[in-house]
């Protein structure tokens, strides 16, 4: 397990969110995360991500698509997901930047 925290911003929003890459090799860890409901071989490259706000008392998800309608936390997963290896704890996760309606990255507040 990896855990790191991020800056997630979109229009009038900041969120400290936190997001942990759940991986097992060992078989224990495997059969606890299949019972959990997770199958660590299934993102097909991807990294298999339970992701939350860092404030607490909201449900973490694996899936972009349990958000809603809350687009910020969806975008911000997908993009986290695709590109945990480059990403480092404390970065700015910027949907407007993402999703191409800002030219220019949010710098950390």
Do not use: C
Not at 28 to 55: C, E, K, N, V
Not at 64 to 74: K, L, Q, Y
Request: hydrophobic content about 40%; proline content about 4%.
């Amino acid at each position: 397990m990896e855990t790191k925290l991020f800056e997630v911003r979109d229009r009038g929003t900041m969120i400290p969110a936190i997001g942990t890459k759940m991986t097992a090799t060992d078989p224990r860890g495997i059969a606890l995360l299949r019972r959990a409901g997770y199958d660590p071989f299934a993102m097909h490259g991807s990294a298999l991500i339970l992701f939350t706000d860092a404030q607490g008392g909201r449900i973490a998800h694996y899936d972009e698509f349990e958000f809603g309608s809350a687009r910020t936390m969806s975008v911000a997963l997908q993009f986290i997901r695709r590109n945990w290896s480059k990403l480092e704890s404390g970065d700015v996760v910027d949907v407007e930047f993402i999703l191409g309606e800002t030219a220019t990255k949010k710098e950390p507040e």
